[in-house]
């Protein structure tokens, strides 16, 4: 068993601790070098390696392997040098027992990529790793990417609506979840439907306060 740490924003950790998210998609990254054949590897060829149980190009380990969460993150000083801050639900993880607790603005935070080890709160257990392209992530699969299904019912946004059975449209988690993705990688990245791998989860550690 291997661990990997691997960065999520604050909506993303929010989602974590909440339950709601139990998938993260990223880019595969070409070339792939395959490294017992030491080749490039195609993304249908390296779909076929792991939906045959090998695994030793994944980035992000295998099934049964951890990913620690890196977020930002703070030390909460001298008086109380066995806290850390969590920019994503702070001050709620604060415990009761710590009164006159600052406000997120005069925290200094640090990024979640100078996030060490030791400071982590969350750990995942991956239940699966594949390849895919973006395009065919489904409806299901958008929710597990964490898209708040309540809020979206709520939103004013059309994010890819579909017609309910009255006929006034509703949002769909999959097009909040596009609109997501550009933000990140950009509206030209969604239309290329790349490859991307799909590392799904389950929480096993964590505080979820």
Known sequence: MKE???????????A???????????????PVIDKNMGCELAGNELAGELAA???????????GDR???????????AGAPD???????YPEHVP???????????????PSIHMPRWA?????EITDVRV????????AEAEAEGIDMEALADSQDCYDCIADHNMTGRPTAKGAFKYLWESIYGEENWQDNPWVWVIEFKRIEGDAA
């Open 4 to 14: 990997h740490g691997m960065i999520f924003n604050g909506e993303m950790v929010r």
């Open 16 to 30: 974590i601790l909440d339950g709601r998210k139990t998938q993260t998609r990223r880019p595969v990254k070409f």
């Open 53 to 63: 149980g090998n695994y030793w190009n994944s980035p992000f380990g295998k099934p």
């Open 67 to 77: 990913i620690w969460v890196r977020e930002t993150w703070a030390e909460a000083g």
């Open 83 to 89: 806290l850390k801050l969590y920019r994503a639900n």
């Open 96 to 110: 009761s027992r710590y009164e006159n607790v600052p406000s997120a603005e005069d925290v200094r935070w640090k």
């Open 120 to 124: 982590s709160r969350i750990l995942l």
């Open 132 to 139: 895919e392209r973006l395009n065919g992530i489904s409806e």
